[in-house]
């Protein structure tokens, strides 16, 4: 009996930015011509580039950015629950980065400065509309909030070393970046 | 908080003077700088870099990699509770919050009075009479509630340590079994005579002949060690005692230098002899510095019978002195490169090998390291001759080992044994019943599940530096591996980065299943963890932290299976817990303002 052809299908690609800088995305774009080659081999589902607003049944999803409110944990979790492979782009994503830097301090201090003490601030006040997430008492790598398959680190990872990745997932292969991709700043 | 008090310059020159102003001698210095006020102030380091002509920054670094030294105030009365398995076993955990308690002071802070710090160590040593503490270095065991209480009083009313009850600082020796070595009446320098009258070459051949290796853990033949360092390049050679007896669980060396310490310093004298070096140390560990003056006084009158110092037993070119130098709470420091760096007065960072010790050691001399109980056996080689050691035992491993029995068994103490003796036929001797498992070799060791009693002590087989914990059918051996991987993350060097990031993320892992947040992909993670460290790190201690997770995970799976609350994925930490800040900020709590911990739940 002949083995069943695979059929050929686009692999569904997801993609999301929760407390980062887009920085990551922009990256993504740097992959340049290579994005005529991409759209070839995989279909977009939500993402920015497309701006479908909820994600569904996926290969592959892409987090950029920590785990800073409530409204990024429930998208977390919902590119966690369609997506087969979901990957930690960025050091945002990874360790927290920036957004992170809050984190040894109280969150009250944070928002007593930014919204009552902030000079020429008057009567000012922490929002409290229910339409707003409330954020975390800290801002999390996404790893500690869903399980991670893959981790992409840099600040952000080059259009190279996203290309790279990208391309041995789809083949097949367990992404490796070679010295001069991997990179952590 | 009073001011700083000024420097004590006088007093600091004082010691510059004892110590040469060697930069070699930092860490003495800085040991005996802090016995001035108990802690070192940024002014004393400062001085002490200025006038040792060293970066400041090198003296601070030392100053910060020790546990024992100080570089914010501690307690006039400092009590460290000894933390192994064994004395959480014998409740030290509520003992140290019952003193904490009396005294109105937290762990680890500092009381406002400046008075007393309460707080935890690794290991001190005292696991056949445990729960141990030590305050400001001297030894107590086998705490009990009433102790502590007395205990609280005593500081409460700044009774000086010498006015507390002399058996509160009796540490025994609980020799239980002996055998060759502890049945060895030897006058001291009876060895040395012997070998004095074989020469050299002739002493070395018997060495070889004994078939010697290394009672450490490593199991290196001694007599290879030793021709190495005769034969490399380089003057005066040196002999190293590792007496940095810091694996937990193990207590051997503090028997043998309290009540054998002629035997060890004979041992010295006789490598000595063999290697043709002059000088030689005795690596002390800090918890055992309570041993100092006995030991100083054992050289001194070796001294006097001639069997020291120049022209030993008369003979024209043998010089070889013993200094005594002292560890300050570093386990790593009893892996002999960091030892060495350590006697050199740095951080006790291990080094890159080859070259080893014997070629290039200390001060890029000759040096051989060898562990107390090694050097002890010589004397019995010396006077009985290699081939009736190397009769007993096995194979592969002459003569007998010393054991360290603790934890549940009816006769904590020291068992010595011909080399070949089954885990069960000790058990048997030391009264443990319902044994679930034995640890073998301390935290780094291997964790023997009751299938394998039948195995026996020796290096082709269960090789070990002497540690023996017992746990019975009561204990839980997560908790045991748990406390060993706490152990391994304290005790990090912190030097490369698998040993420094991966012990602290596996101690994660492991207060993660033990608060109740365990998931399936956490073992997977656990797992990955514990291959890296084995693999990419840069000494023994990282490759041997993951030892106790990975045999406990496989002979003991289901102590770690039934903390798991998820098959998949949990996080560590509460989410909705994690939004109560906002809440209250916010005055909010409609259902937006919640966060469901389970995924499942939110569909």
Known sequence: MSPTPVPARKLRVATTSLAGCFGCHMSFLDIDEHLFELVELVEFDRSPLTDIKDVGPCDIGLIEGGVCNAENVHVLREFRRNCKTLIALGACAVNGGLPAQRNHLPLSECLREVYQFRPGLENGQIPNDPELPLPLDKVRPIHEVVRVDYFLPGCPPSGPAIWKFLTDLIAGRTPRLANGLLHYD | ?603
């Not at chain 2, 070629?359 to 051989?368: E, S």
């Not at chain 2, 990282?542 to 003991?556: E, M, R």
């Not at chain 2, 994925?569 to 817990?577: G, I, K, N, Q, T």
Request: aromatic share 8%; hydrophobic share 40%.
């Open chain 2, 1 to 603: 908080m009073s001011t700083l008090p000024a420097t004590p310059t006088a007093a600091l020159d004082g010691i510059l003077q004892r110590h040469g102003h060697y930069p070699t001698e930092l860490l003495q210095i800085l040991i005996e700088a802090q016995d001035l006020e108990g802690w070192l102030p940024a002014p004393t380091l400062t001085y002490l870099a200025q006038a040792l002509h060293i970066p400041r920054s090198r003296v601070e670094g030392v100053a910060g990699f020790y546990s024992f030294l100080y570089t914010q105030p501690v307690g006039r009365y400092r009590v460290l509770f000894s933390d192994n398995i064994t004395d959480r076993m014998l409740g030290n955990t509520e003992l140290m919050d019952a003193l904490c308690r009396k005294l109105w002071i937290e762990p680890g802070k500092l009381s406002e009075d400046g008075l007393v710090s309460i707080t935890t160590t690794s290991c001190t040593g005292l696991c056949d009479q445990g729960p141990g503490m030590l305050v400001n270095g001297r030894a107590i065991g086998q705490l009990t509630h009433r102790r502590i209480n007395e205990i609280a009083e005593m500081i409460r009313q700044q009774r000086p340590l010498d006015l507390w009850p002399a058996e509160y600082f009796q540490i025994s020796d609980n020799i239980r079994r002996k055998d060759s070595l502890l049945n060895l009446d030897m006058k001291p320098g009876a060895a040395l005579s012997a070998v004095v009258e074989m020469g050299r070459e002739g002493w070395l051949q018997e060495v070889q002949k004994s078939n010697l290796r290394g009672r450490g853990g490593a199991g290196f033949a001694t007599a290879v060690k030793w021709a190495s360092a005769r034969n490399a390049a380089g003057e005066p050679k040196v002999i190293v005692c590792n007496a940095d007896e810091g694996e937990p669980g193990t207590f051997k060396d503090r028997v043998l230098l309290n009540s054998y310490a002629d035997l060890v310093f004979e041992g010295m004298t006789l490598a000595a002899w063999a290697v043709g070096a002059s000088e030689g140390f005795l690596y002390l560990r800090g918890e055992y510095r309570y041993l100092l003056p006995l030991l100083e006084a054992v050289l001194a009158r070796r001294r006097e019978a001639g069997l020291l110092g120049r022209h030993i037993l008369h003979e024209p070119c043998f010089d070889f002195d013993i200094r005594i130098h002292l560890g300050a709470g570093a386990y790593v420091c009893g892996e002999e490169t960091a030892l060495i760096e350590s006697l050199e007065g740095k951080r006790g960072t291990p080094r890159i090998r080859p070259p080893f010790p014997v070629t290039k050691g200390y001060l890029g001399r000759p040096t051989v390291v060898n562990n107390v109980e090694t050097l002890a056996k010589t004397c019995l080689i010396a006077l009985g001759g290699g081939e009736a050691f190397a009769a007993s035992g096995t194979a592969q491993s002459a003569g007998t080992k010393l054991l360290s029995i603790s934890g549940d068994c009816a006769e904590p103490g020291i068992y010595e044994y011909p080399f070949g003796v089954p885990i069960a036929r000790i058990l048997e001797d030391c009264g443990a019943s319902d044994t679930q498992a034995v640890q073998v070799g301390g935290a780094a060791g291997v964790c023997l599940a009751g299938y394998e009693f039948q195995r026996r002590i020796a290096y082709e087989d269960v090789p070990t530096a002497g540690a023996f914990m017992i746990f019975d059918g009561t204990r839980d051996l997560f908790d045991v591996a748990r406390a060993f991987v706490h152990f391994f993350a304290h005790e990090s060097c912190g030097f490369c980065t698998p040993c420094r990031v991966g012990t602290s993320l596996l101690q994660g892992f492991m207060d993660k299943l033990a608060d109740g947040h365990g998931a399936k992909a956490d073992l997977a993670d656990i797992d990955w963890l514990d291959r890296l460290l084995k693999n990419a790190s840069h000494c023994g201690l990282g490759s041997a932290a993951p030892n106790p997770v990975i045999d406990t995970l496989q002979k003991f799976r289901p102590a770690y299976e039934r903390r798991l609350v998820s098959l998949d994925f949990e996080p560590a930490f509460d989410l909705d817990a994690a939004l109560a800040e906002a809440r209250q900020l916010t005055a909010r709590d409609d259902p937006g303002a919640h966060l469901q911990t389970h995924e499942e739940e939110e569909k």
